[in-house]
Nanobody, 116 residues
Framework: QVQLVESGGGLVQPGESLRLSCAAS????????MGWYRQAPGKQREEVAV???????NYADSVEGRFTISRDIFKNTVYLQMNSLKPEDTAVYYC??????????WGQGTQVTISS
């Protein structure tokens, strides 16, 4: 059973940084893509950043230049480095994994709150 466990969320002030981690229960090279999504109160879940098996990266316009998605295939972990955080980045952040067959798979989410 695929398990994705997020960590690294918290409360920070505007302009500060956080790094989220998503640890997978199996080799992440078995996934066609992994990504980070977020859901703010009263809003739909939205894609934030995705990294494909080939290493290609895509970002939402709202985070381009501030967020960086990366992975460590030996640790089976995907990261989201978030810099210059804004109050509008406040949301529950979810890790996602896709396979050719099966999924998508989701983590339980980690809360990120940006507030002064």
């Amino acid at each position: 059973q695929v398990q994705l466990v997020e960590s690294g969320g918290g409360l920070v002030q505007p302009g500060e940084s956080l790094r989220l981690s998503c640890a997978a229960s199996e080799k992440i090279v078995t996934y066609t893509a992994m990504g980070w999504y977020r859901q703010a109160p009263g809003k739909q879940r939205e894609e934030v950043a995705v990294i494909t098996l080939s290493g290609s990266r895509n970002y939402a316009d709202s985070v381009e230049g501030r967020f960086t998605i990366s992975r460590d295939i030996f640790k089976n972990t995907v990261y989201l480095q978030m810099n210059s955080l804004k109050p509008e980045d406040t949301a529950v952040y979810y890790c996602n994994a896709k396979k050719v067959q099966g999924g998508p798979y989701w983590g339980q989410g980690t809360q990120v709150t940006i507030s002064s």
